[in-house]
């Protein structure tokens, strides 16, 4: 299911929002690289109570139940950034599980709650994916229109390609795959350009 598919950009912003935030973490588990478990955070300028989510969170991931207990974690930790960090988790682990419905509750929550654009923009990509795996087209349309950075342009593209083409539109499949190479997507994504040479022979000729 590719929910969870490689996106560099929005890995590496990921990587500075936590960096910036002063939070060493290994962060495979929110860019869907791998990786799940074996999280550990220091830091000897967070608050006390930064440093207890700090253990709190690797105790969770760690437990290997992280959707079981991710409501009661986020709320516990609810102005700290380990309740995003939890709901992404949660989120993939729903998606391995194929419990679609719980994948896009914890995402919605990210995009309700998560001040920081490139975190929300992130949450905001994967559940339409979410959407566009249950067949959801419209709302998985529906939730790319909404304002995201200029960094997710060409993702974005390719996604609402992914949607136009699972709905059989062949033509408005081919502009969003050709917008998204325009903005850079083809950089370290030849599946992009897949799409483009299998609409191109399907094409009728001119």
């Known amino acids: 299911m590719e929910i969870y598919s490689t996106e560099e950009q929005q890995a590496e912003a990921i990587k500075r929002f ?5 939070i060493t973490i290994a962060l495979g588990i929110v860019i869907g690289l791998g990786g799940l478990y074996g999280w550990k955070a220091y830091n000897q300028h967070q608050v006390t109570s930064a440093e207890s989510a700090s253990d709190a969170f690797t105790q969770l991931v760690e ?3 992280v959707l079981d207990q991710a409501d ?16 992404f988790v949660a989120a993939k682990e729903a998606v391995e599980k194929n419990d679609l419905d719980a994948a896009s509750d914890k995402l919605s929550w990210i995009i309700n709650n998560e001040q920081n654009a490139q975190l929300k923009a ?16 419209e709302q998985a ?6 304002e995201l950075p200029n960094a997710f342009t060409a993702a974005i593209a390719e996604l609402k390609g992914d949607i136009y083409a ?13 917008a998204a190479a325009d903005n ?13 040479d299998d609409l191109a022979q399907t094409s009728p000729a001119a």
């Open 18 to 22: 936590f960096r910036d935030n002063g």
């Open 63 to 65: 437990s290997g139940a």
């Open 72 to 87: 009661n974690f986020m709320t516990e930790n609810s102005a700290t950034s380990y309740s995003t960090l939890t709901a």
């Open 122 to 137: 992130t949450a905001t990509t994967r559940l339409a994916r979410v959407h566009l795996a249950q067949k959801q087209y």
């Open 141 to 146: 349309l529906a939730v790319l229109n909404s």
């Open 166 to 178: 699972a709905q059989g539109n062949k033509d408005q499949a081919r502009k969003e795959y050709q």
């Open 184 to 196: 850079g997507g083809l950089t370290n994504n030849s599946l992009l350009q897949i799409k483009l």
